[in-house]
């Protein structure tokens, strides 16, 4: 029987810590959560709009042991991006905090505390494959429509491996750092969940005295970080930090410079603190692969191995297993873990698995002589802002449609917006700003005389940056 | 450029503000103005002076006023 299904098991042992220090125990959580998804009722679709709290974490798991399945969404969402989604997905019911109902057409069903549960008026002419659990966005910047179909086994398997690998114990105590809705945030929750540990729920950011505050009150064990969370960290001077009851750091969502990992690793040997790089992808569920901290330092750059039940193979360009080491090819994945498959509307709800456990997860990789693997490059144009996925023609797209001509390329926590007209400087950056969640730190305009393009009319992306001076 | 000016830039190039916008700003008061921006922020002014912030000035460092009050700490006279 899947963990969300027994979590009372734990009894009065504390499962989530509020901001405000009020610990809630699993048999109140359980409660709590039945009782939100006792009003939906029956299967169905629901969008879930996530923040760091316990009213939101209690509406997901009550969908999880009700067989409703979740979107989980990004508080910020732009409207017009969200109308598109309901448009697309028409959910029987959208939980949501109280301040954002008036917004949005629909009946409360259940209210209490922060959160409401809204019967929506949508027709229900689709129709939920029987194994499908949960769906998350792909890009939610860009509020593209394409979801990561989850299954119950999907996110039970990685959950169960993810605790093993990491030695989650129910002593544990993680403190949030990421939004629900992104999968790696969401399996820190899960995670801790499945263990019988606790999960400190915050809103603040590492930039809050109060976040810190919180950290050490709590005695938080442990708190994961995507790259830009670790140049945080490093301004922070966390080697000056006194955080004696931190046990480990985790980090994923996107390769970490060099010289970062290396001073990270430098500073935890020194702390007694545990570092450990981890891969993973929301097509995984979450994760792939991990570096045993007893590698931190000798194989540094590492993604390190595959996950407890999992494994990788290299293709070559006729996607065919290479054999020999140190020759790179596209990283392929095989695990319980691998995801049902994409849905771009309702109607692909139905949809039964169709990766059949093998994800080609778009980035090049090698493998060195004892098996561990380092990613080189990307066979995707996307890249990940401050860890979302941003996927640069969907970007494209959306710019194209508000009539600015436009070629989108740059590198980790950089988009490089290049457009042709100048007069169309001020109306790109407002429509980013506005209609998009991209963050504003993480891009930049550029004005070139025209986008560089090969014989056969395609963009040639690697000519875009050279323009830029002239 | 005199020390308040450059502190002033600081805050415009970090996060495309107006000089007008300036006496009211907070952290979390713009979009630009979150955790990035503010490491983008701190990482100008320790360009800018020539400094390096303590932990807890960074984290305290929540307004533009409040900002100049942390200046004088660095002897920054603005």
Redesign the interface.
């Known amino acids: 029987m899947a963990f969300w299904n027994t979590l009372e098991e734990f009894g009065e042992r504390t499962a989530l810590i509020t901001e405000t220090g009020e610990h809630i125990s699993y048999s109140a959580l359980s409660a709590r959560a039945d009782e939100i998804a006792g009003a939906a009722g029956r299967r169905c679709l629901a969008f879930l709009m996530c923040k760091n709290c316990a009213d939101a974490v209690a509406g997901y798991v009550g969908f999880l042991r009700h067989g409703i399945v979740p979107v989980l969404l990004a508080e910020n969402l732009d409207k017009s991006l969200l109308d598109g989604l309901l448009e697309s997905y028409r959910p029987a019911y959208f939980y949501i905090p109280n301040e954002k109902i008036s917004s949005l057409s629909g009946e409360v069903a259940w209210q209490s505390g922060s959160y409401s549960l809204l019967h929506m008026p949508f027709e229900q002419d689709y129709e939920l494959f029987d194994e499908l659990a949960l769906l998350l966005t792909t890009s939610g910047s860009t509020g593209s429509p394409k979801l990561v179909r989850q299954s119950m086994g999907n996110i039970e398997a990685n959950t169960r491996s993810i605790v093993q690998y990491l030695g989650i114990s129910p002593d544990d105590r993680a403190i949030t750092t990421l939004p629900m809705q992104y999968t790696y945030g969401l399996s820190i929750l899960q995670t801790h969940l499945f263990a019988g540990a606790a999960t400190i729920l915050t809103e603040k950011t590492l930039m809050d005295k109060s976040f810190w505050s919180l950290l050490r009150e709590q005695e938080a064990t442990t708190f994961g970080g995507v790259p830009y969370i670790y140049e945080i960290l490093k301004k922070l001077r966390f080697e000056r930090m006194d955080l004696p009851s931190l046990r480990y750091l985790t980090q994923a969502g996107g390769k970490l410079p060099k010289e970062l990992a290396e001073e990270f690793v430098n500073i935890c040997r020194e702390k007694d603190m545990k570092f450990i790089v981890m891969y993973g992808q929301t097509e995984a569920t979450a994760r792939m692969a991990y570096l045993p901290w007893e590698y931190a330092h000798s194989k540094a750059a590492s993604i390190g191995i595959a996950i407890p039940g999992g494994g990788f193979w290299l293709a070559d360009a006729e996607d065919n297993p290479i054999s020999k080491t140190e020759i790179t090819g596209e990283l392929v994945y095989r695990g319980p873990n691998v995801t049902l498959g994409y849905a771009e509307s309702r109607f692909d709800l139905c949809k039964p698995d169709e990766n059949h456990g093998e994800l080609h997860t778009g980035d090049m990789a090698k493998r060195d002589a004892d098996g561990f693997y380092y990613i080189v490059g990307r066979k995707k144009r996307f890249l990940k802002l401050f860890g979302s996925r941003v996927n640069l023609d969907e970007v494209e797209g959306l710019l194209n449609r508000e009539g600015i001509t436009c070629a989108c390329a740059g590198v980790d926590d950089r988009l490089d917006i290049y457009i042709t007209d100048a007069d169309k400087l001020e109306k790109t950056e407002r429509f980013i700003k506005e209609h998009t969640a991209i963050n504003p730190n993480g891009f930049r305009l550029h004005v070139i005389d025209a986008i560089p393009r090969s014989d056969s009319g395609k963009v040639l992306y690697s000519a875009l940056n050279e323009k830029r001076g002239s | 450029m005199t020390n308040l000016e450059k502190y002033n830039e600081a805050f415009t190039e970090s996060f ?1 503000v107006t000089a007008e916008q300036l006496p009211n700003l907070e ?1 979390q008061g713009i ?2 103005w ?7 922020l ?2 100008a002014l320790e360009d800018a002076f020539d400094i390096m912030f ?3 000035d ?3 460092f929540s307004s533009y006023e409040k900002g100049k009050e942390f200046m004088s700490k660095y002897e920054v006279e603005l």
């Open positions: 495309g952290y979009p630009e979150d955790s990035v921006g503010h490491m983008q701190i990482a303590d932990t807890d960074i984290i305290d």
